[in-house]
Structures are given as structure tokens and as C-alpha cells.
């Protein structure tokens, strides 16, 4: 099993910046991808960024420009800073991951973080 702990979020203005951390932890064997999904109210969860371990990355096109995604492979841990925010980008923010086991693909969630904008 993999733990996916968050750190960051809160609360900022229109047009400010947060950043949020996820460090994974537990028993790994070799992740592959890792990255950030966010729910609003009502709404469904939806990609936000994601980055391989290679660092090949997929952004939302809402968050392109905007928002950047980095990681440590030798840490487990995977980082996004967030610029220029706008009060649509308020949700719960998840950390995710997956990794092969012989075949099987397995993905993983982190509590989740809120992330408040205010207008």
C-alpha cells in the first residue's frame, strides 16, 4: 500500500499564489505517475495536471500557463505551484498516483486539500 500525504492549500485572493506538496509513502515499488485532481461542489472530480516519472506532463487547459507541476523521484513527491488563481479553481484538491505491480495497475489517493479563491 501507498500513502499519499498533501501539504499546502488554504485560502487567497483572486490572483494570488499557493502551491501544495504530496509525498508518498509506504511500500512502494516503482511509481509511475503522479499528480493532482480537484473536486468543486457539485461537481466531478477532474484532471488538474498530471507528470510521469519520466516528467512527461498533461495539463488541464484550464490550468495551462497557470499552474506547473514538478517532482522528486527520489523523494516521491510531487509539487504544484499555482499562479495567477481565479475563484473557479476552489475545490478539494486530490493528490494521485499509480504504479505497476507485475502487471497490475494500481492508483492511489491522498486525503485531499482544500483550496479556497476568493473573488
Known amino acids: 500500500q501507498v500513502q499519499l500525504v498533501e501539504s499546502g492549500g488554504g485560502l487567497v485572493q483572486a490572483g494570488g499564489s499557493l502551491s501544495l506538496s504530496c509525498a508518498a509513502s509506504g511500500s512502494i515499488f516503482s511509481i509511475n505517475v503522479m499528480g493532482w485532481y480537484r473536486q468543486a461542489l457539485g461537481k466531478q472530480r477532474e484532471l488538474v495536471v498530471t507528470i510521469t516519472n519520466g516528467g512527461s506532463t498533461n495539463y488541464a487547459d484550464s490550468v495551462k500557463g497557470r499552474f506547473t507541476i514538478s517532482r522528486d523521484n527520489a523523494k516521491n513527491t510531487v509539487y504544484l505551484q499555482m499562479n495567477s488563481l481565479k475563484p473557479e479553481d476552489t475545490g478539494v484538491y486530490y493528490c494521485?498516483?499509480?504504479?505497476?505491480?507485475?502487471?497490475?495497475?494500481?492508483?492511489?489517493w491522498g486525503q485531499g486539500t482544500q483550496v479556497t479563491v476568493s473573488s
Open positions: 494521485y498516483c499509480n504504479e505497476n505491480r507485475r502487471g497490475y495497475l494500481y492508483a492511489y
